[in-house]
């Protein structure tokens, strides 16, 4: 049984900067792939950040040079640090690992606005 469990969302204006946690329980290994991805109202949830067991990491053009996925193995802890924040980053984000499509965390809500 996985569990997952995100946190550090909140309110932030324009340009600002937000970190996302996620961390894992259960059968999660320092070699598994993780990602982050969002939802924003009536839209599909998207990939954010892939992070592999090697820390390569790999990004959408959308979140490129703003975004940073990072792990902390030790901690089974996945980040996203999020700097630039624009109204569009608005969205329910989530973290998963990606060898099993159907296990999501509750997700931490990230608004971007004034």
């Known amino acids: 049984q996985v569990r997952l469990v995100e946190s550090g969302g909140g309110l932030v204006q324009p340009g600002g900067s937000l970190r996302l946690s996620c961390a894992a329980s259960?059968?999660?290994?320092?070699?598994?792939?993780m990602g982050w991805y969002r939802q924003a109202p009536g839209k599909e949830r998207e990939w954010v950040a892939t992070?592999?067991?090697?820390?390569?990491?790999v990004y959408p053009d959308s979140v490129k040079g703003r975004f940073t996925i990072s792990r902390h193995n030790a901690k089974n802890t996945v980040y996203l640090q999020m700097n630039s924040l624009k109204p569009e980053d608005t969205a329910v984000y989530y973290c998963?690992?990606?060898?099993?499509?159907?296990?999501w965390g509750q997700g931490t809500q990230v608004t971007v606005g004034s």
């Open positions: 998963k690992p990606l060898r099993l499509p159907s296990v």
């Open positions: 992070i592999d067991g090697n820390g390569i990491t």
């Open positions: 259960g059968s999660i290994f320092s070699d598994d792939a």
